[in-house]
Structure formats: structure tokens, C-alpha cells
């Protein structure tokens, strides 16, 4: 199964990251860096929320629900007229749960990272979360994924499975930095310091977008 950034590479994607853009008039580059650093974040978070069997049951009900995948059907006219103000609102409660309380601060450190002011980050995140629970849900599907070890086997596939380790660990020492088993504590810190790893989720995502 391709993982999360071969699907932004892919013409889906391309539509994703030119819709969004318009959407939030940010750059189509620097829309895109932001993506390709926040789904995996996303997504491991919503990884770690299945842990457990009340957050996979809220993610499962929400896949097979609202969250089905028909979102992709008409792309096109979700970005037509500039995104409906249910869908953001929608984005917005996502990024909540998954998030939780550390959704500034990951806002912050994407801000920091791809230098696109905090507000908008905050923007094409509202808008991406609908549309990567709707990946979420075509695959949920198209996969038959009824448990929850199901769904942590499709996140983790979309993460990029074993090839990736090492952007894989570097994603989870984002997400946990101290260790307390809490989502997201010092991302901060660990996506500006990205670069100095080589190999890690900064050199990952310099490679896809050119950076240095």
C-alpha cells in the first residue's frame, strides 16, 4: 500500500495541495511542505489514540460514518467555491481530538518549520483533517478493516510500514519527547531540529520538497 507522502506526490495529491493552497492563498510549495511534515504527525497521533479500545471504536464509527471517503469523490467542488464552513468546522474538532491540548504548539513548530505564519497552518489543517480521514475511510474500506488492530495495521501503512524505521521513530519521538506517554510533547523542538538529523523526518521532508 503507497504511504501518506507518495499519496501527496500522487495527482490526488497534487489536487489536495493546489486546493488547499487556494483555499488558505498560501503558496502551493510552502501548502505542501506543511502537509508532507503534519499528516504523518497526524496520523501517528491518531495511531496512539487507537491504542486504546474507546479510541478505536471513535475513529472506526467515524470511518465507516461521515468519514467514508466520499469526500474524495468531488474534490473539485469542495474547493470550487472555497471550502463550506461545516467542513472547516469539521477539520477543526478533528484536530482537537486527535491533538488534544498540543495542537498549538504543533501548530507553532509547523509555522516555524515551513515559514508560513501560525494562523495559516492552523488554516490548511482545518482544511487537510476532513480530507485525510476521507483517505482514512476509502482504505478502511477498500481494505475491510472492522478492529482495531485493523485500523493501526492501515495507519501504519500509510506511514510507510518498515521501509521508513527511521522517519517512523523520529515521528514517535515527536510525538512523545518526554516519554510520558502523552501525544505531542516537545515537537517543537524536535521538527526545527530535524535537520541535524540525517535520515530523520527533517531529511525526509527536504528531500521531497527540495529543501536543504
Known amino acids: 500500500m503507497a504511504g501518506i507522502l507518495d499519496l501527496l506526490n500522487s495527482d490526488l495529491g497534487k489536487t489536495i495541495i493546489s486546493g488547499v493552497a487556494g ?31 474507546q479510541g478505536a471504536e471513535g475513529l472506526m464509527s467515524a470511518l465507516n460514518g461521515k468519514h467514508d ?23 477543526g474538532k478533528i484536530l482537537g481530538h486527535v491533538l488534544g491540548g498540543k495542537q498549538q504548539h504543533v501548530e507553532n513548530a509547523l509555522s516555524q518549520k515551513s515559514g508560513v505564519d501560525a494562523g495559516s ?54 510525538l512523545d519527547a518526554d516519554g510520558d506517554g502523552s501525544v505531542i510533547d516537545d515537537v517543537a523542538g524536535m521538527v526545527l531540529g530535524g535537520n541535524k538529523k540525517k535520515g530523520g523526518l527533517g531529511g525526509l521532508l527536504g528531500g521531497l520538497f527540495g529543501g536543504k
Open 23 to 53: 483555499q488558505t492563498g498560501q503558496d502551493e510549495n510552502k501548502t505542501g511542505s506543511v502537509l508532507t511534515m503534519a499528516l504523518p504527525v497526524l496520523m501517528q497521533a491518531m495511531k496512539r489514540n487507537t491504542a486504546t479500545p
Open 69 to 91: 471517503g466520499s469526500i474524495l469523490d468531488n474534490l473539485g467542488g469542495l474547493f470550487g467555491g472555497g471550502v463550506d464552513s461545516n467542513v472547516l468546522d469539521d477539520g
Open 121 to 174: 497552518v492552523a488554516q490548511i489543517l482545518k482544511v487537510a483533517a476532513p480530507i485525510l480521514m476521507g483517505v482514512l475511510g476509502k482504505q478502511s474500506k477498500q481494505q475491510n478493516v472492522n478492529s482495531s488492530s485493523g485500523l493501526e495495521g492501515l495507519l501504519g501503512g500509510l506511514l510507510g510500514g518498515n521501509s521508513q524505521k527511521q522517519e517512523q521513530s523520529f515521528i514517535e519521538s515527536i
